[in-house]
């Protein structure tokens, strides 16, 4: 019942649309005093300075920070190009060049919305321009850009990791599957809905310029990822390798960025961090009592019960998952519930680095559903539509999505291939 409680509290906070902080803040002080045998609220203050006091948490500021200097600078654009010079002779291919370099920027900036940002006030107007359906153009922008969360190095992989004390190297090796079948079929409805369109050929000028202007953005996945996993450097020292990269890139060659984006970009990056870290430090304190007093384990014993089998209980925990993405943003929903959810995943016979994609693309799916799917609400503001109009939009994506969803819960092989 108390487990109940805890749910009721949290539920009934989000419900009145309270702050995120003070819902995650009240439900911690609820296990403290009406949970735990053995706590108290002083606790909490202590949970939270061991929460922040690992140096694993560096690697978020320095991608958050890599991510926007990218997306001030030349490196987005220049990707975009080179995708676009190789898509001409593809009916629709401006439709999928845009798919295509959000996958490439998400494999550099591990953000979803910096990714649809990044690529969309490129690829929007130009869609425009040629013709394209404005509510496809729209859907695809925001929908693609959720690819920023999947395709490693991810933000969100990098924070389940976190707290879940899961191996961070692995959940980006299982984001490469998923990330591309997200990919293929987003892609493919761009290609099928434009399918008669005319078409350009390519030009080995075009697409060598195209090359040579953009070779180094191609290279920063490559050093990024190369390096994680030949032990070079680990994923918080590879934040930090992107970070530096992209400065340098675009201060000593590209030289499109001025002297006021850098302080512009430190501060956007400071705002949103400010948001994270006070989230993780009071769900830090939540885990470790939730743990202490065997809250996860209580749960566990509970919904095996009731609902028997595993497959029947990950159905429960998708539809929990959906649902959440619709109220909470993904960072919050990966504080308070992954450690919640992870033990009854794994003890009904689900992988760890599975359940964790599992997760990551019910959020990913959150991105696009109202009320809280932050790229349509920062879609609608960019694009200047209205949030119906968003809404609509990315109706046909979502449901790409979810059967590209079942497809992952149902075969483990996609994510878990290359962890083995």
Not at 126 to 150: E, F, H, P, Q, R
Not at 372 to 389: D, Q, R, Y
Not at 396 to 403: D, Q
Request: proline share 5%; net charge neutral.
């Amino acid at each position: 019942m108390s487990a109940l409680g805890l749910l009721a509290v949290v539920f009934g906070l989000l419900i009145l649309r309270q702050n995120v902080i003070l819902t995650v803040a009240m439900a911690t002080a609820f296990v403290h005093v009406a949970m735990a045998k053995k706590s108290a609220v002083e606790f909490l203050i202590q949970d939270m300075w061991f929460a922040v006091d690992r140096e694993v948490l560096l690697s978020i500021p320095m991608f958050l920070l890599s991510g926007a200097v990218m997306t001030r600078g030349a490196i987005a654009t220049r990707l975009i190009d080179i995708m676009t010079v190789l898509t001409k002779p593809i009916p629709g291919g401006l439709g999928l060049s845009c798919i295509l370099s959000c996958a490439a920027f998400a494999a550099i900036s591990g953000s979803s919305v910096v990714t649809m940002l990044a690529v969309g006030t490129i690829m929007y107007p130009a869609l425009i321009k040629a013709g394209y359906d404005k509510s496809l153009a729209l859907g695809a922008i925001a929908s693609a850009g959720t690819l920023g969360i999947i395709i490693p190095p991810s933000i969100p992989l990098l924070l389940y990791g976190i707290t879940t004390e899961t191996s961070v190297p692995k959940l980006f090796l299982a984001g490469f599957g998923p990330g591309l079948l997200l990919t293929l079929v987003m892609g493919g409805w761009m290609y099928w809905n434009n399918r008669s369109r005319s078409t350009e050929p390519w030009n080995g000028a075009e697409i060598a310029n195209a090359f040579k202007r953009g070779i180094w953005a191609l290279m920063m996945p490559v050093i990024l990822l190369g390096g994680i996993y030949t032990g070079i450097f680990t994923p918080t020292e590879s934040a930090v390798v992107a970070m530096v990269y992209a400065l340098l890139v675009e201060s000593l060659i590209h030289r499109e960025m001025k002297p006021r984006d850098y302080v512009e970009v430190t501060v956007d990056t400071v705002k949103m961090l400010g948001a994270i870290l006070p989230l993780l430090a009071i769900a830090s304190s939540l885990n470790n009592i939730l743990d202490l007093e065997g809250i996860p384990k209580q749960m566990v014993a509970s919904l095996i019960s009731t609902f028997g089998s595993g497959w029947l209980m990950m159905l429960g925990i998708n539809a929990l998952l959906l649902i959440v993405g619709c109220l909470m943003d993904t960072f919050s929903a990966i504080l308070l519930f992954a450690p919640l959810l992870l033990p009854l995943a794994t003890a009904s016979g689900w992988d760890p680095i599975h359940f964790g994609i599992i997760m990551i693309v019910n959020l990913e799916i959150g991105y696009l559903t109202p009320p809280v799917g932050l790229n349509i609400i920062i879609a609608s503001i960019a694009f200047k539509v209205s949030f119906g109009e968003m809404v609509k939009a990315v109706i046909p994506f979502i449901v790409l999505m979810v059967l590209a969803l079942a497809v992952i819960v149902a075969w483990p092989g996609l994510s878990l291939y290359l962890t083995r």
